[in-house]
């Protein structure tokens, strides 16, 4: 009488591997354009509340921040400020947000791109152009 021992073979481990590789390339295919959306939905959110932060500013103190007084000039007054006794106690936002990718959005003003000012990010790689993920997004698009 000949005794096998119990366990699994070379082959029916690689098949075991095989099949949860596919089955992992089916899920990451399927969830990274919901990744995208979430990523161009935190973008749209951050922009929405951050162009309402400086219209008040703008309502307040007759012209947007400058370009060297950036979006800082939203929380923190400075000595500038035509009234500086309207400025918000807690400033006119609380944080400045951070885009997708964890840096800072882009400001400008004068604008070069829209019509108020330049609100922007630059994509996953941070750099200027780019397609797909690493598309620049900003607020003259809408």
């Not at 400008?108 to 922007?120: A, G």
């Given at each position: 009488?000949?005794?096998?021992?119990?366990?699994?073979?070379l082959?029916?481990?690689?098949?075991?591997?095989?099949?949860?590789?596919?089955?992992?390339?089916?899920?990451?295919?399927?969830?990274?354009?919901?990744?995208?959306r979430?990523?161009l939905?935190?973008?749209?959110?951050?922009?929405?509340?951050?162009?309402?932060?400086?219209?008040?500013?703008?309502?307040?103190?007759?012209?947007?921040?400058?370009?060297?007084?950036?979006?800082?000039?939203?929380?923190?007054?400075?000595?500038?400020?035509?009234?500086?006794?309207?400025?918000?106690?807690?400033?006119?936002?609380?944080?400045?947000?951070?885009?997708?990718?964890?840096?800072e959005?882009?400001y400008?003003?004068?604008?070069?791109?829209?019509?108020?000012?330049?609100?922007?990010?630059?994509?996953?790689?941070?750099?200027?152009?780019?397609?797909?993920?690493?598309?620049?997004?900003?607020?003259?698009?809408?």
């Open positions: 009488m000949k005794r096998y021992k119990k366990g699994f073979t082959i029916e481990l690689m098949a075991v591997l095989v099949i949860l590789g596919i089955l992992g390339t089916i899920v990451v295919v399927n969830v990274a354009p919901v990744f995208q979430a990523n939905e935190k973008i749209k959110a951050d922009m929405a509340q951050t162009e309402k932060a400086l219209e008040m500013f703008k309502f307040n103190e007759l012209q947007y921040p400058t370009t060297s007084q950036g979006l800082e000039a939203l929380i923190i007054p400075n000595s500038g400020l035509k009234n500086p006794y309207l400025f918000p106690e807690e400033g006119y936002i609380s944080s400045i947000p951070l885009d997708p990718w964890g840096r959005y882009l400008e003003f004068p604008p070069r791109k829209s019509k108020k000012f330049d609100l922007y990010t630059l994509g996953a790689d941070g750099m200027e152009g780019g397609t797909g993920e690493d598309t620049d997004i900003g607020n003259w698009m809408q």
